[in-house]
């Protein structure tokens, strides 16, 4: 904790789901509130959801890690699209009714929840990290128009080694829209060993992109 941050916070929020579990990182003064959800197959603790957990708030961005109610009872397979919507809905709209300004996202199919229900919410813009835009190897079954839907500003910040979608794999962008592609980095944004770029390098362009966007939005 550093002069421009405050104490993390946790806290459960009833949803139709279950409870979801708010893990807020708090700025000072905060400028803007940004929500992130996780995937299907991990928690909050994902490398690139934790990098800006720990470094946004200095900047002004308070960031509240969002546990959906499946992982905060312990269960191991992540429901259906909409029961994932029925557990993010609520504590959007909470963290929206509280001010300052909210910026929704996650990654995966953290990000896809956003992109469905940003709006809806009362938020501000998406940030959309590894968005799954189709199941790896079948490029057929798209999910653009879940990301080209959100009626917000949206960011998506991509690796160019994702078996989802690299970032040439995307269509047209609204002029609402942003795409980050990082040269480096899978799904994960694990960069691979042979990499010029570090991991830690990797995770500072995607908090940088972050702050600067939403910092911008705000």
Known sequence: MTADTAPVTRELVPTPAGDARITLH?????????????????????????ALAAALPARGVSVALVEQPWRVAGKKVAPAPRTLDTGWTPVAERLAAAGPPLVVGGRSAGARVACRTGAATGAAGVVALAFPLHPPGKPERSRAEELLGTGLPTLVVQGAADPFGGPAEFPELPASHELVALEYGNHGFEVPKRAPLGQEELLELIVAAVGDWVLRLV
């Open 26 to 50: 708090p700025a000072a003064a905060p400028r803007a509130v940004l929500a992130l959800g996780h995937g299907a197959g991990g928690g909050v603790e994902a490398r690139d959801l934790a």
